[in-house]
């Protein structure tokens, strides 16, 4: 295997990207603005509103992205009043770096706080008649989206408050409920999630956040599998060899072990974002670029995966966790020395998994997902091998190796789309070498700017667009395939053998066996 990184050589392609849109249309960056809204976020103490909310919130003001008549009102536990929210939410913007003074003061007079137990009806009261205050007061117009930025133990307290306050009714404006993953943490308990949040909510009002979907390189997929003539006819079993979908990480557990240590990264990561990717990847094109439309698709795909046979878990799945090591040559501790986690703990910070669509497109093709934590770089990468050539005209220089043809399409670091090609190095002398056609869409659309997927989410919520949010039964099914494979896993852990958990360097590239897994990655 080449060394992880080591680019082939890269030659310049003749090509570039008009950022015009055709015709002269609208601005490509922003959709038309939204109608007037509170935006309530539920949580707006922790961490999650701090470091990616609070943030997308002022980034897309900035942008003159948000309605005129917006109120952001911060509620949770924590006792504050308006002022101390500013006040935080200024440190957030501060800590999370792009600060727009003049921005801010404009933002900071529709920023409100409500205080909040989620258990307290009452408090919900309060919550509905405040909002009704700032209707009149901010001209929000009675439209309200509710962000649960709270740990998921909260979700269906926070919801069944709301609708006991009448706040899912929708009869003034619109009511949304925007949640975040975990959605469960197997199929019993997602089920059960549900049947609480539609006790008052129905499935058009929910929002269930994927922010993988909201990447612009993500989002890019189905425009260059439907957008483009010549990679369908090629998006099939006759011609492509294997997938692999991977999200590498640096960043160890931090200050999640709670959650973590009862996650792993199958729950984690695997059950949402690698899901996701796949789908993404092998649906069929839909009838239309509608939610409904796009999201029926998405379903046949999992609806097509094949259950996992306990027999192969060995050959078809390597989990990991990470050891001691130094990483960029700082040493960090391994997984079980991190704040919170048991010093036994058998959590998979490490997956490599096989899996198989069984339909007529993909039958027989591998699918290989891969995603840890302290690995040597971050890198989130979809890579479509194709078939090697049927026949070698190159043999006697090559031998039989002629590298198959690649399409990576780079997620992170970067934003760019490669095929890799074999080209003749220039010479008398016929002389074959791996290159690689790379467009970069970040180089090509500067000085443009991206929407960063949680503005992304945000404004989609806020327009009423579902198409990047997971529908339910996408979720049963992803969880209908992942709960008997984590449940082996962990039946094995329990045992206190973990002897399927492979150990890995924190700052390696993953176990030995999961990368072998997935060698066309790099
Ligand atoms: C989150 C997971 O959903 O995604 C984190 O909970 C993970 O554990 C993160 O670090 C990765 O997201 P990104 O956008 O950095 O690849």
Redesign the pocket.
């Known amino acids: 295997m080449p060394a992880p990184g080591a680019a082939p050589t890269d030659f310049a392609p003749p090509i570039s990207f008009d950022p015009a849109p055709p015709g002269g249309g609208p601005s490509c960056l922003l959709p038309p603005r939204p109608s007037p809204c509170a935006l309530v976020i539920f949580g707006a103490s922790g961490d999650l509103a701090a470091r990616m909310i609070l943030p997308a919130v002022h980034a897309l003001h900035r942008h003159g992205a948000l309605p005129q008549g917006l109120a952001v009102l911060g509620a949770a536990r924590t006792p504050w009043g308006d002022e101390d929210f500013r006040a935080h939410m200024r440190r957030a913007l501060e800590a999370a770096g792009g600060m727009d003074g003049p921005a801010w003061e404009a933002l900071a007079p529709r920023v409100f706080y409500q205080p909040l137990d989620y258990a307290d009806p009452a408090g919900f009261a309060a919550l509905a008649a405040r909002l009704d205050a700032l209707d009149a007061g901010a001209g929000t117009e009675g439209n309200r989206l509710f962000y649960l930025a709270t740990p998921p133990t909260v979700y269906a307290e926070a919801a069944r408050g709301l609708g006991a306050a009448g706040l899912a009714r929708e009869a003034r404006g619109f009511s949304r409920l925007v949640v975040e993953?975990p959605f469960g943490r197997d199929l019993d308990s997602a089920r059960a999630l549900d049947v609480a949040l539609h006790e008052h909510f129905a499935e058009h009002q929910v929002f269930r956040i994927d922010?993988?979907l909201a990447?612009e390189t993500v989002q890019n997929i189905l425009l260059l599998r439907f957008a483009n003539a010549i990679f369908e006819p090629l998006w099939n079993r006759r011609y492509v060899a294997s997938v692999t979908c991977a999200?590498m990480?640096t960043?160890g557990v931090g200050h999640?072990a709670g959650y973590?240590e009862r996650s792993g990264v199958l729950r984690?990561?695997f059950q949402?974002?690698m899901m996701q990717l796949l789908a993404l990847v092998a649906m069929e094109p839909p009838p239309a670029f509608d939610a409904e439309a796009v999201r029926d698709e998405k379903a046949k795909v999992y609806r097509a995966l094949r259950p996992f046979d306990p027999a192969r878990l060995a050959d078809d799945l390597v989990l990991g966790q990470y050891g001691p090591g130094t990483p960029g040559g700082a040493p960090v501790p391994g997984y079980r020395r991190e704040p919170g986690v048991a010093p036994d703990s058998a959590t998979p910070t490490f997956a490599a998994m096989r899996l198989w669509v069984d339909n007529w497109r993909w039958q027989g093709v591998p699918f290989h997902l891969l995603s840890g934590?302290r690995l040597r770089e971050k890198l989130?990468r979809i890579v479509v091998r194709f078939r090697e050539v049927p026949h070698s005209l190159f043999r006697h220089i090559l031998g039989e190796d002629i590298g198959a043809n690649r399409l990576i399409l780079d997620i992170?670091p970067g934003n760019a789309v490669s095929l890799t090609m074999q080209a003749k190095l220039p010479g008398a002398r016929l002389c074959l070498q791996p290159a690689t056609m790379r467009f970069d869409f970040d180089a090509a659309r500067a000085p443009a700017r991206a929407l960063d997927?949680y503005e992304k989410v945000l404004l989609d919520c806020m327009l009423g667009d579902q198409t990047l949010f997971w529908r339910q039964d996408a979720v049963e099914q992803c969880w209908g395939f992942l709960t008997p494979v984590l449940e082996r896993c962990e039946a094995c852990g329990a045992q206190g053998s973990p002897a399927e958990l492979h150990g890995y360097a924190a700052g390696s590239w993953g176990p030995a066996a999961g990368l072998e897994m997935v060698q066309e990655l790099f």
């Open positions: 993953k922010h993988y990447k999200a990480e960043l999640r973590y984690d990561m949402n974002h934590k989130t992170h997927a």
